[in-house]
């Protein structure tokens, strides 16, 4: 069964819940695709590698069994008994790799199976979010509550920045922030943190971007932080990207403005991006850089 969803949400608020549920669960799979993908495509150069060896591991192995000794005996007996130690252990290491790629390969599938019967359209993901936010802001204004002034919503896109002459220092005030589409953005000052960062809370499954060209410095899991992506843009400018649920680049790899580093991480059953401006070790205010 097909459970197709259209781009309205004009419902009533069971629907909605219904929807929204359907929402996060379609997310969930495209997260959990992304990342077998990611294993799959991470694991084909050391399977084909593994292959490599066995093959020349047991053509050296069968070449020494079926000739006669160039050495003592014992060292000769040495030589074969080595190699056929190596030629099995590598062929157990190449099955069980094999048997792992074929199960998340039928994990795959299933996802895909998945994901394609709930049918969530993009369009309905975004209705659905601007749904929620303006019943946020209506419920807000019947409390006598606001929004904090250290929250702003932003609406992200991708921008040209860094295919030109200009330099990272050039886009003080404009520079783009790391999402697309809309996002709650806030200015927080973590206890861990030598300065001021951002806060973007977006939806769940958005890619975090590049705000503009460099290269990968740094690409792990870092404490406090999370996971985490550093990019060096030159002139001693350095944004960091963290709290991602996943990272999709390498250190050592060279970006361009806009280019995926990652998904957005989940805090309280919501997605959000955490990124700090930095040059050298000096932190410096997000205000200033987005034009905030």
């Known amino acids: 069964m097909v459970l197709a969803f259209s781009g309205t949400v004009d419902a009533g608020p069971r629907e909605r819940s219904d929807l929204a549920e359907a929402v996060r669960t379609y997310?969930?799979?495209?997260?959990?695709?992304h990342s077998i993908e990611k294993y799959l495509e991470s694991t084909s150069e050391d399977f084909e590698q593994l292959r490599l060896r066995v093959t020349l591991r047991g053509r050296a192995y069968y070449r020494l069994t079926r000739g006669l000794p160039t050495t003592d005996l014992f060292a000769y007996a040495s030589l074969v008994e080595r190699t056929k130690r190596a030629l099995l252990a590598?062929?157990?290491?190449?099955?069980?790799?094999?048997?792992?790629?074929k199960r998340a390969e039928g994990r795959l599938r299933e996802v895909?199976?998945?994901r394609k019967a709930l049918a969530v359209t993009e369009e309905t993901r975004k209705a659905l979010q601007a749904q929620t936010e303006r019943e946020r802001a209506f419920d807000l204004a019947f409390?006598?509550?606001?929004?904090?002034?250290?929250?702003?919503?932003?609406?992200?896109?991708?921008?040209p920045h860094g295919f030109g002459g200009e330099t990272f220092s050039s886009l003080k005030g404009e520079l783009p922030f790391p999402v697309p589409g809309r996002a709650e953005v806030e200015v927080v000052r973590r206890s861990y943190a030598e300065g001021p960062g951002l806060i973007l809370r977006t939806a769940i499954g958005t890619p975090a971007r590049s705000v503009y060209q460099g290269r990968v410095a740094f690409a792990d899991h870092y404490p406090e932080?999370?996971?985490?992506?550093?990019?060096?843009?030159?002139?001693?400018?350095?944004?960091?990207t963290a709290g991602l649920s996943s990272i999709d680049a390498r250190v050592g790899e060279e970006v361009v403005a806009g280019a995926r580093l990652g998904i957005a991480g989940i805090v309280d059953g919501r997605a959000e991006i955490y990124i700090e401006i930095r040059r050298g070790r000096d932190t410096l205010s997000p205000n200033?850089?987005?034009g905030i």
């Open 90 to 101: 590598d062929l157990k290491k190449a099955e069980a790799l094999e048997a792992e790629r």
């Open 112 to 114: 895909r199976e998945a």
């Open 225 to 240: 932080y999370g996971n985490t992506v550093i990019i060096d843009h030159g002139e001693n400018y350095f944004t960091v």
């Open 288 to 290: 200033e850089w987005f």
């Open 143 to 159: 409390s006598g509550g606001t929004v904090s002034k250290s929250h702003t919503a932003i609406y992200g896109a991708l921008t």
């Open 27 to 33: 997310d969930e799979l495209v997260k959990r695709e």
